[in-house]
């Protein structure tokens, strides 16, 4: 992806955050979109609600800050992006937000079951696991991350326990759609639980729902 092409994509997909809730009432957030195998664009500041062609620093995975600037206090992240980008290789981009629900998972210490059909969609076949508290940013939280990102790959997130969620996929767009199932879920899930409790899917859900997908993506 090419860095006029991300700002453009992010920008977009902060707006869409934005009028969807997904930021909260804060406004807090931090995207990023991979540009090259070692460097990153990602956001200057931490209200993300009305971006702009400067609202980005370009940055190397070891954290050096190629072009722009970036704020202290988002400065401190910028591992706990690097570090996702380096544990895998399939990710083009990351949305860190505090989007309610999912961060109401985050402060209780539960992690997100896979009961909601469409996050099967996503690939997601392993509950999204709840990450140790530690300072952000932080060794101690970034290697929590990345420990969960090499062991676990049918998750597409992390809960930050009393924090928030981190979000990644292939770009930009697909990570803004997954968070929002990401965190229907957990709404969703919050709502059964009130009923009583929410039950699993069948243990050959994700199989049946991977081949019909493969069945109709090649009769088109």
């Not at 009305?50 to 400065?75: H, R, Y």
């Not at 570090?83 to 290789?89: M, S």
């Not at 402060?107 to 509950?127: D, K, N, S, W």
């Amino acid at each position: 992806m090419d860095i006029q092409q991300a700002k453009s994509e992010l920008i977009a997909v902060a707006q869409t955050l934005r009028d969807t809730g997904l930021l909260f009432r804060s406004h807090h957030a931090n995207l990023s979109a991979r540009l090259t195998t070692d460097t990153m664009i990602m956001t200057r500041g931490g209200n993300v609600a009305n971006l702009d062609e400067n609202s980005f620093a370009m940055i190397k995975m070891d954290g050096t800050v190629l072009e722009g600037d970036v704020m202290p206090a988002q400065a401190e992240i910028i591992q706990m992006h690097a570090a996702v980008y380096r544990a895998r290789e399939s990710v083009g981009a990351i949305i860190h937000t505090h989007a309610p629900h999912a961060t109401a998972f985050a402060i209780a210490h539960q992690p997100i079951p896979v009961v909601y059909e469409p996050l099967m969609r996503f690939g997601v076949t392993e509950p999204t696991p709840v990450i140790a508290w530690a300072p952000r940013g932080s060794d101690a939280s970034v290697q929590g991350i990345v420990d969960a990102v090499r062991s676990k790959p049918g998750v597409s997130a992390v809960l930050l326990a009393n924090h928030g969620v981190l979000a990644f996929s292939n770009s930009p767009t697909e990570t803004a759609q997954f968070l929002a199932t990401l965190d229907e879920a957990a709404e969703l899930l919050l709502h059964a639980r009130l009923l009583g409790k929410e039950q699993p899917l069948p243990d050959q859900a994700f199989e049946q729902i991977k081949q019909r997908k493969q069945a109709f993506e090649k009769s088109k």
